[in-house]
């Protein structure tokens, strides 16, 4: 308000500045052509109610104060000349308020530094309640009281350890992700009609894809063979995982269930039509789509079976992924290159799979 009001001060002044060459007989032009606006702004009004900022208010009030109450009723306004001593007497009593106001007491407000420090423990432990927030603030040489780190998370809207410690299904993944397994089927259509059913296994922790198969016919023995297939193929990578998601297709026959059990992994079936709770496998299937599927024309069974395995190869050795800060699932992102003459010098290849439906880069050797 205040700088609102310093800046109708300041246009006022030079508007009145631009009034002093000119004649009486102007003014009284211009007050007249002022009068006349205000007329048809109040028809057009009709009745509806003007809203002043309140700058506006302290500026009239304090124009036109000076003048009697006759001099008022004459001059043409947007309201009442009652309306305008209001505000006057408004603006008089707040002036008087403010200056006889008490200064408020009592203990400075907490260190920006440490409030971040509270609410940045309550995040990272949910379990906690501000009993043992405080504790771990005395244990870091933090010296505040018990109801200081109440009050924090009570104005930051935390709620108490109780009703914020319930795990999630998104952090049970996030914590588990180095035993979790994704499984997942999906269908494609070659050019002569053929579905083929394609079964493909992901790693939560690395984002590691494995294509099991693919087959017009997905039956309980098939099925049960590529379970045996993927747990040999674990062994042989070391890959210690506990669970597996999938949904509830009825493609998955019991023995597929029973040969992962056999191998200490443990099926987790995601909710009916939550396809949320198989999120990543879902996005791996909308990748394999758009940049393979969508691209590529499949001719037979053996035709899919290896245009997947080219794609296998290039999503878990080139291509990068965001959710491991644009790594690659079989190998670490390369020492970022410092030098100015290397960078001067750049000469990267291109390398094309499936006729150029993929492309890989990499520096020349």
């Not at 000119?22 to 007249?32: A, G, P």
């Not at 509806?48 to 104060?65: E, I, S």
Request: with cysteine; hydrophobic share 45%.
């Amino acid at each position: 308000m205040l700088l609102r009001l310093a800046y109708l001060g300041v246009t006022n002044a030079f508007a009145m500045l631009r009034l002093l060459p000119m004649s009486d007989r102007e003014k009284d032009v211009e007050i007249l052509a002022l009068r006349h606006q205000i007329a048809v702004l109040e028809r057009q009004l009709s009745g509806q109610r003007v809203r002043f900022a309140p700058g506006d208010r302290a500026l009239l009030a304090a124009l036109l104060h000076g003048l009697p109450r006759k001099a008022l009723q004459q001059i043409r306004l947007l309201v009442r000349p009652d309306t305008v001593l209001r505000w006057h007497r408004d603006l008089s009593a707040s002036r008087h308020a403010a200056a006889s106001r008490p200064r408020r007491g009592g203990r400075p407000r907490t260190v920006h530094s440490i409030r971040a420090l509270v609410l940045r423990l309550a995040k990272e432990n949910p379990n906690w309640g501000y009993r043992r927030l405080h504790g771990e603030l005395l244990v870091l040489g933090v010296e505040v009281a018990a109801s200081t780190v109440w009050e924090i998370l009570k104005d930051a809207g935390v709620d108490p350890a109780p009703h914020r410690a319930s795990t999630t299904w998104a952090d049970f993944l996030r914590s588990q992700a180095d035993a979790l397994l994704a499984c997942d089927f999906f269908e494609t259509v070659t050019l002569t009609g053929t579905r083929l059913y394609v079964l493909a296994v992901i790693e939560h922790a690395n984002r590691r894809i494995r294509i099991l198969g693919a087959t017009a016919h997905p039956t309980a023995s098939w099925v049960a063979q590529a379970a045996k297939n993927l747990v040999m193929d674990l062994e042989d990578a070391h890959c210690r995982a506990r669970y597996l998601i999938r949904d509830r297709d009825g493609k998955f026959p019991q023995l597929f269930d029973a040969v992962l059990q056999e191998a200490g992994i443990k099926v987790v079936q995601s909710g009916i039509r939550m396809p949320r709770m198989n999120s990543i496998t879902e996005r791996w299937v909308q990748t394999c789509r758009r940049e393979l599927l969508d691209r590529t024309l499949i001719w037979d069974q053996r035709h899919l079976l290896h245009a997947l395995r080219e794609f296998e190869t290039f999503y878990n050795e080139h291509r990068p992924h965001q959710g491991l800060a644009n790594a690659r699932p079989l190998c670490p992102l390369p020492a970022p290159i410092e030098h100015p003459d290397q960078i001067a010098r750049l000469d990267v290849r291109r390398h094309s799979r499936l006729g150029g439906t993929l492309h890989e880069y990499a520096h020349a050797a």
